[in-house]
């Protein structure tokens, strides 16, 4: 029911934005978060948005990536800027309300020179 996309490679200081499309839900009736995980590392979380849309975010990532929604395309984004070589790894997306969790597939981020 979730479906990301946006994913790929790009060089230290570019861009890329995760797009993370649900169907069958009313996304934003959800908190949405992406999460990542690199080689050998645990999944962590990247950022979130709540339902009234106020985000969170690791620090890590404040100030380079921001996180967004929009209702009519039941769809949330993950803009990413200033790309680190650290920053690479599979990120995927999750949509929770109450004890209910949908996942979607993972998407493929390398930042390398």
């Known amino acids: 029911q979730l479906q990301a996309s946006g994913g790929g490679s790009v060089q230290p200081g570019g861009s890329l934005r995760l797009s993370c499309a649900a169907s069958?839900?009313?996304?934003?009736?959800?908190?949405v978060s992406w999460y990542r995980q690199a080689p050998g590392k645990q999944r962590e979380l990247v950022a979130g948005i709540f339902s009234g849309d106020s985000t969170n975010y690791a620090d890590s990532v404040k100030g380079r990536f921001t996180i967004s929604r929009d209702n009519a395309a039941n769809t949330v984004y993950l803009q990413m800027n200033s790309l680190r070589p650290e920053d690479t790894a599979v990120y995927s997306c999750q949509a929770v309300r109450g004890s209910v969790a949908y996942w979607g597939q993972g998407s493929q981020v390398t930042v390398s020179s």
């Open positions: 069958g839900i009313i996304f934003r009736t959800y908190y």
